[in-house]
């Protein structure tokens, strides 16, 4: 799905590195902040272009490609949802497909398809930003990623700033979102438990570089690096304290 | 030709009383004529006048000799030769003559002793006060000064009727006088002798542009010699001390002294007030759609590139540092007098409230919010449209109402280059002592600012999406 070849952001503090993204797998980019997670995610969105090396999407070279084009094929999922404030929840997630002139019923059609997907209550969906809770909030965000039916999925810290509560019942309404929809989806995260649960594959990103790829298993077995070591004891040793 | 037929011929008038009676005599007797002749009234001083006259904004107005042979065309020859050379006929001598003259409080001058000019010189520690014509004037302040060897230090420039009475309120000692004021009675003040004939001569004459259809200009001969000094004084009297309308006492005049009845257009307040509500709100609205227009794209340009941004804003903020007043001023040289150089001022005026606060909106926009709008695959225009201008609709719209309340008090200045409006009474009222008149302008501009900033509240309403309110 994505392939990054020796690709470098000067300023984003990364790379120069090499990683590729399967199609239908579910990949963690697992790292402290500062490592370069939001970095990576801009480059493949062409937000940013890479100084150095190249960035491809199915085979293409993204400085290529229309990059408005090339974003409704990805959908993009923030901390908070980044929701437009001056929009209702319907407003936000159908923004796009009006702008691309869907007909009124496709457009209801796949609003239904997404609540059921995102158990999102539908009278939330008149509600604005400011009178939505952070949970309501993250799961319009990601209803207005899954809009246009994208090709891949890009979520940066999706969970990051809810209740442990909210949090816990999300994790698990995602994880079945992901699998109903089998979709390549890439995930950044602070969290190793996270990307645990999630990820079929983590690359631990430190200071711009791969550390390493692989399982959470081959992590936890065998680190790359004493930093890896360190990154993967320093969050499972709390829980095992309480052992 | 024919169009010069078709066309409505225009009177203008200075700022003082008696140019403007003079004026409305000679529009209620082109009127009569079956000319359609409008006054134009208190377009200012006499250069603004004499320049809209070279440039056709009007046909004809009053004039002194005196100031068109020291202010306007100094040199030698003939003066009707000079005037001619310019395409403007001058009459003959209405019948009367006013001076500039300096007078004084008769109480004060009797104390000091003080007879002629020369005697003042005696008298450094006096304070002057001169109308701001007559402060730089050729034939004013400066060359008065050096004819008499004038010492005083505290001189002041300050306008006409105001000055009278600071004199006769005893603010100043001395100021500068038309010998037919009628103040100079009603006040017991007293005019120093020019002993060393500083003053020229000053016939009141009426100039009119050679194009002035010939019927026009015979009917403006009717009022050659007609006026002597002493009924000229009592009309400014009429006028200025018991507040009769310049029009009433025009058209008294015309009806004894030539015969000539029911031309004068004497507006009823309802419908002055009226008039000059569809004047203000002209340039109010005109200048405010057009800054609108011009000064969103500038803030959306500012907001998107910094650096230049940071010029733009320093360019259209240099122009709020000029006085409204000199901005004004510059207009006339550019597009003359009246409405469009007041709505090209107020134009100006506008534009710094409403592209800082369009920049200001969209470089407020909060990045993740930018980043969602470019990651979604909007492009460029569609999320200035869908996304940052509704964001930044408040502070456009906040923008805006201040543009339009900065608007509706600026555009009372309008008055002074003819432009009309609400500071049409204010500044008759200021000439005439009339605190009616002054109100009448004054209350009405309140008025439009309270209800501009109540207009604009209601629009947020309208325009701010609903999202942005909770």
């Given at each position: 799905m994505f392939e990054l070849q020796g690709v470098a952001h000067r300023f984003g503090r990364l790379g120069p590195l090499d990683l590729r993204v399967a199609e239908g797998e579910t990949l963690a980019v697992l790292g402290p902040s500062g490592a370069g997670k939001t970095t990576l995610l801009r480059l493949l969105l062409a937000l940013l272009a890479p100084d150095q090396g190249?960035?491809?999407?199915?085979?293409?070279?993204?400085?290529?490609l229309d990059p408005a084009a090339l974003r409704r094929r990805i959908g993009y999922v923030v901390q908070g949802g980044g929701l437009f404030p001056h929009l209702t929840a319907e407003g936000n997630v159908t923004l796009v497909a009006r702008w691309l002139k869907w007909p009124e019923e496709r457009i209801a059609r796949r609003l239904d398809e997404l609540l059921h997907l995102a158990?999102?209550?539908e009278a939330a969906l008149q509600q604005y930003p400011a009178q939505l809770s952070g949970g309501q909030a993250q799961r319009v965000g990601l209803l207005r990623a899954l809009m246009l039916d994208p090709e891949?999925?890009?979520?940066?810290?999706?969970?990051?700033?809810?209740?442990?509560?909210?949090?816990?019942?999300?994790?698990?309404?995602?994880?079945?979102?992901?699998?109903?929809?089998?979709k390549t989806v890439v995930l950044v995260t602070h969290d190793l438990g996270e990307a645990a649960f999630f990820a079929h594959r983590i690359a631990l990103l430190h200071e711009g570089r791969i550390a390493q790829e692989g399982t959470f298993e081959e992590l936890a077995r065998a680190p790359a690096d004493p930093y890896v070591a360190r990154f993967i004891h320093a969050q499972r040793a709390p829980l095992e304290r309480l052992r | 030709m024919i169009l010069a037929l078709l066309a409505v011929v225009q009177i203008g008038s200075k700022a003082f009383t008696e140019s403007v009676i003079v004026a409305e005599m000679a529009t209620q007797i082109a009127r009569s004529a079956g000319i359609e002749t409008v006054h134009r009234r208190e377009l200012g001083g006499s250069r603004i006048l004499w320049e809209a006259l070279l440039r056709g904004e009007i046909d004809a107005y009053p004039e002194y000799t005196g100031t068109i042979a020291q202010e306007l065309l100094p040199g030698q020859g003939d003066l009707r030769d000079r005037v001619a050379g310019k395409g403007v006929v001058m009459s003959r001598s209405l019948g009367f003559s006013d001076s500039y003259a300096i007078g004084m409080q008769r109480r004060a001058a009797e104390r000091l002793g003080i007879r002629t000019l020369d005697d003042l010189a005696r008298h450094p520690g006096l304070r002057l006060g001169f109308s701001n014509e007559f402060m730089d004037r050729k034939d004013g302040w400066?060359?008065?000064?050096?004819?008499?060897?004038?010492?005083?230090?505290?001189?002041?420039?300050i306008e006409h009727d105001l000055a009278v009475r600071a004199l006769a309120g005893g603010a100043i000692d001395a100021t500068d006088l038309y010998t037919t004021d009628a103040e100079i009675a009603a006040y017991d003040l007293v005019v120093l002798e020019d002993v060393r004939r500083f003053f020229p001569d000053y016939e009141a004459v009426l100039l009119w542009r050679k194009d002035l259809p010939a019927d026009a200009g015979s009917a403006l001969r009717r009022l050659e010699g007609r006026i002597?000094?002493?009924?000229?004084?009592?009309?400014?009297?009429?006028?200025?001390?018991?507040?009769?309308?310049?029009?009433?006492?025009?058209?008294?005049?015309?009806?004894?002294?030539?015969?000539?009845?029911?031309?004068?257009?004497?507006?009823?307040?309802a419908r002055r007030i009226a008039a000059r509500t569809v004047e203000h709100l002209e340039l109010v609205g005109i200048s405010l759609a057009a800054a609108l227009v011009v000064a969103v794209p500038l803030g959306i340009a500012a907001a998107r590139r910094p650096r230049a941004g940071q010029l733009l804003l320093g360019a259209v903020g240099l122009v709020q540092t000029i006085p409204s007043l000199a901005v004004l001023v510059f207009m006339i040289p550019l597009l003359g007098i009246g409405a469009r150089p007041a709505i090209a001022a107020l134009f100006l005026y506008s534009l710094l409230p409403i592209v800082r606060n369009t920049a200001a909106g969209l470089s407020g926009i909060p990045?993740?919010?930018?980043?969602?709008?470019?990651?979604?695959?909007?492009?460029?225009?569609?999320?200035?449209?869908?996304?940052?201008l509704p964001l930044a609709s408040?502070?456009?719209?906040?923008?805006?109402?201040?543009?339009?309340?900065?608007?509706?008090?600026?555009?009372?200045?309008?008055?002074?280059?003819?432009?009309?409006?609400?500071?049409?009474?204010?500044?008759?009222?200021?000439r005439l002592a009339d605190l009616g008149l002054i109100l009448e302008g004054a209350v009405p501009a309140a008025l439009l600012a309270l209800f501009?900033?109540?207009?604009?509240?209601?629009?947020?309403?309208?325009?701010?999406?609903?999202?942005?309110?909770?």
């Open positions: 190249a960035v491809r999407f199915r085979g293409e070279d993204v400085r290529a158990r999102l209550p891949v999925l890009l979520l940066d810290e999706p969970l990051g700033a809810l209740d442990p509560v909210t949090r816990f019942d999300l994790q698990a309404d995602l994880r079945t979102a992901f699998e109903q929809l089998r | 400066p060359a008065l000064r050096a004819a008499y060897r004038l010492p005083q230090r505290s001189v002041r420039g002597s000094a002493r009924e000229m004084i009592e009309m400014n009297a009429r006028v200025k001390l018991r507040h009769d309308p310049e029009a009433a006492v025009a058209a008294d005049f015309l009806a004894g002294a030539l015969g000539v009845r029911g031309a004068a257009r004497i507006e009823g307040r990045p993740e919010i930018r980043d969602s709008a470019e990651a979604l695959g909007l492009p460029r225009l569609a999320r200035l449209r869908l996304i940052e408040p502070g456009i719209l906040a923008g805006v109402q201040t543009a339009a309340v900065i608007d509706v008090g600026t555009a009372t200045l309008g008055a002074l280059i003819g432009a009309g409006g609400y500071g049409q009474p204010i500044l008759t009222g200021i501009a900033q109540a207009l604009f509240e209601l629009l947020g309403r309208a325009v701010v999406p609903r999202g942005l309110r909770l």
